[in-house]
């Protein structure tokens, strides 16, 4: 089943202009209380970085996404947030998905900032990767050690074949 059929929009924001179903989802991601709407709000403000990755409003959704990261209470809306950056190729919050990786207090949102990582090859990470090998949860270095495995391999790989390509994921 395509994603955006799960993703539950009673309120039709999808169908709003991009800078209107920002702001919604913003308002939404940063208001609500029911961790199940700002996780479609999160998805759905993705979805517009996707469609118009060459405008201010990618800049926008980007800064979002690590609001989540930053703010959000819940750890697998952290982790949606986390997939979005990966998704759409965000790399200039990769600090913010290391930071994530190595102090978030969510198991889920450490596993997903640490996967994100590593789908999207960002090798200037891997020294601060290491640190998560430590991590008290089994869970989280499993993750780590797979990545850090897999970084490894795709470094040894073509230069050609090394570049990350968003739509290759979803």
């Not at 949102?109 to 891997?126: C, N, P, Q, T, V």
């Not at 008290?136 to 990350?164: H, Q, S």
Request: with cysteine; charged share 35%.
């Amino acid at each position: 089943m395509e994603m955006s059929k799960i993703i539950l929009d009673e309120d039709r924001i999808r169908d709003l202009p991009y800078r209107k179903r920002l702001d919604a989802c913003t308002s939404i991601i940063k208001n609500e209380i029911d961790e199940s709407f700002r996780w479609d709000a999160v998805w759905l403000a993705g979805e517009i970085a996707e469609l118009n990755p060459d405008t201010p409003l990618f800049d926008e959704v980007a800064n979002l996404m690590s609001w989540v990261l930053k703010n959000d209470s819940n750890g697998v809306v952290k982790h949606e947030a986390c997939y979005q950056i990966a998704a759409r190729n965000m790399r200039k919050k990769i600090p913010d998905l290391v930071e994530t990786a190595l102090n978030d207090p969510s198991v889920i949102a450490k596993h997903e900032a640490i996967e994100s990582l590593g789908l999207m090859r960002a090798f200037d990470s891997k020294e601060l990767l290491f640190k998560a090998l430590g991590d008290p949860d089994p869970n989280v270095t499993e993750t780590v050690a797979f990545v850090l495995k897999r970084l490894g391999r795709l470094e040894k790989i073509e230069e050609k074949n090394r570049t990350y390509k968003p739509s290759k994921i979803l």
